[in-house]
């Protein structure tokens, strides 16, 4: 008996078996894949994924495996430049807002921390066939490569694996289909002398050929082109044909080797249904968007952070099960923001057209000229709109509630880092003064359950505190004032955030805080101690 079974083990599902672990589950994972995909797929994720990439405590490790994006530049068929961003290095996650990576390096550092925590075991060459929900558990069948039957016994069952998700055939989940399909060729190249490429990630929107040339990650690049009309699938994906495509980045069999070539074709789709009973979608199992910016993977790291935090309240008793019907409510409203967007960028880029393509370009280079040049990404960052949120009387979500938090520098203890670092993880209340007047000895049992940090943001110009033994209640100075900015601009005085970076709510005075924290513990229907 385990706690939480996985099936599916790409980076979602690694995440996943980590942050749960790192929770005190146990955790069984399922591969039908006897050996990891040696070639990338995912090339970039944002500054929230990297955020997720530091709770599972790799960070900066990832370093040899990763690179900042750099610039991203647009150009039309005849090489005037239509959009510019210069990706920000500091992103308001802490982070940069997007990192470029080589997958194969992302997954073994999953996988080893994966394997260096008690709780996860991985069985790879194992195919899920059949569950069976019971109502206080789940029952997988599976068999191994030579068919010999196995059976797993889990609380819960989660799927991430892929978009031909098994998991979401059992549940029967009906699929919305936005219709954005094109056919990519997809070429990753190992270059046989380094170059610097400026810039570092290209998009030519050319109707006669849309393509792509993008980093991979350290030492590897790829290209990719779509699929114009009057050109068949067969011709398309010869080898022939990719080293002709890449002869346009003049890119030859004497200066580079190709790792490995393939058509796929964009989806734009999202399940209907994330959870039935005690089993759960996340990832390309519940959602697939076209590649253009980047959020399929992070997007995924979203689901699975989100759903981590609410299977452990249920775990520890702390909350009711139906705590969990937000991770539907929550993350599907959430991630169709993103395949909106990425939907819309898929137009511009995809447009095959001659006469349209000239008034895109015209619009774009009109608006390119109006404004100066853009310095940084415009964030998809986006809020959340309905779930755990501080609700106004009429039950409607509060101001801020649903916010991403920011996340800045800050001192305490001798130790000066992101906040995550010195402060850690989990339930945070951040405050501008101490919260222990505000709050009674219920209000104050109900946070010490919920391992909620209470974290009193000083100004810059304060002395460091020191970091008491008990981290549930310490000062720290801000840095860059990203806390006091924030707390300033929502005329609040305190935010509790949530473990995935979301804020609960914010309130002031000692009025509103404590109401503040009666709201969170009603809506997780909490069960804790009375003093």
């Known amino acids: 008996m385990t706690d939480v079974l996985i099936v599916g083990y790409g980076p979602v599902g690694q995440v996943a078996a980590i942050l749960l672990a790192q929770r005190g589950f146990t955790v069984q994972v399922v591969e039908k894949w006897a050996t990891p995909y040696s070639m990338p797929r995912a090339v970039s994720y944002d500054g929230e994924a990297s955020r997720v990439l530091a709770a599972c405590d790799l960070g900066d490790t990832l370093d040899p495996v990763c690179e900042l994006s750099g610039e991203y530049t647009w150009k039309n068929g005849f090489g005037r430049t239509l959009l510019h961003v210069k990706v920000a290095e500091d992103g308001p996650t802490g982070w940069p807002d997007s990192i470029s990576f080589y997958q194969p390096g992302l997954e073994a550092a999953l996988a080893a921390r994966g394997a260096a925590l008690p709780g996860v075991r991985v069985l790879r060459g194992v195919e899920v066939t059949d569950l069976a929900d019971h109502g206080d558990h789940v029952e997988v069948a599976a068999v191994d490569a030579d068919g010999t039957p196995r059976t797993f016994t889990a609380d819960w069952v989660l799927g991430c694996d892929g978009a031909n998700s098994f998991v979401r055939r059992w549940l029967g989940a009906t699929v919305t289909d936005l219709g954005f399909g094109y056919d990519w060729l997809v070429c990753d190249v190992v270059l046989n002398e380094p170059v610097e490429f400026k810039p570092n990630n290209l998009q030519i929107c050319d109707p006669a050929r849309p393509r792509t040339a993008v980093s991979a990650g350290p030492d590897h690049r790829r290209w990719e082109f779509m699929r114009v009309p009057g050109e068949t699938l067969e011709e ?225 110009d304060a002395a460091a505190p020191a970091m008491p033994a008990d981290a549930a209640g310490t000062d720290v100075v801000d840095l860059d004032g990203v806390y006091l900015t924030y707390l300033a601009g929502a005329d609040a005085d305190a935010v509790l955030v949530r473990p995935d970076f979301y804020v609960f709510g914010v309130a002031a005075g000692p009025t509103g805080l404590a109401a503040l924290v009666d709201d969170l513990r009603q809506q997780v229907s909490a069960r804790v101690p009375q003093p």
């Open 236 to 460: 398309f994906q010869t080898e022939a044909s990719v080293w002709r495509l890449l002869g346009l980045f003049d890119i030859t069999p004497a200066t580079a080797r190709l790792d490995r070539y393939g058509v796929y074709t964009t989806q734009a789709c999202y399940a209907d249904t994330w959870r039935s009973g005690r089993v759960f979608l996340a990832g390309d199992a519940a959602h697939v968007m076209p590649p253009f910016l980047g959020q399929g993977m992070s997007s995924g790291f979203r689901d699975v952070i989100n759903l981590a935090w609410k299977l452990d309240l249920v775990r520890r008793g702390l909350a009711d099960a139906t705590l969990l019907d937000t991770y539907e409510v929550e993350r599907k409203a959430h991630v169709q923001h993103a395949i909106r967007m990425s939907i819309d960028s898929g137009k511009v880029i995809c447009e095959t057209d001659p006469k349209q393509a000239a008034g895109r370009d015209s619009v774009m280079l009109a608006a390119l000229r109006r404004r100066t040049q853009q310095k940084h990404a415009r964030s998809l960052r986006e809020a959340i709109v309905d779930g755990v949120l501080h609700r106004r009387p009429d039950g409607t979500p509060a101001p801020r509630a649903g916010d991403p938090v920011p996340q800045g520098r800050v001192a305490a203890g001798g130790r000066t880092g992101r906040f995550d670092d010195v402060v850690g993880g989990g339930f945070v209340l951040i405050t501008r003064a101490d919260p222990a007047a505000a709050l009674d000895d219920a209000a104050t049992a109900f946070l010490d359950a919920l391992d909620v940090r209470r974290v009193t943001v000083r100004p810059a």
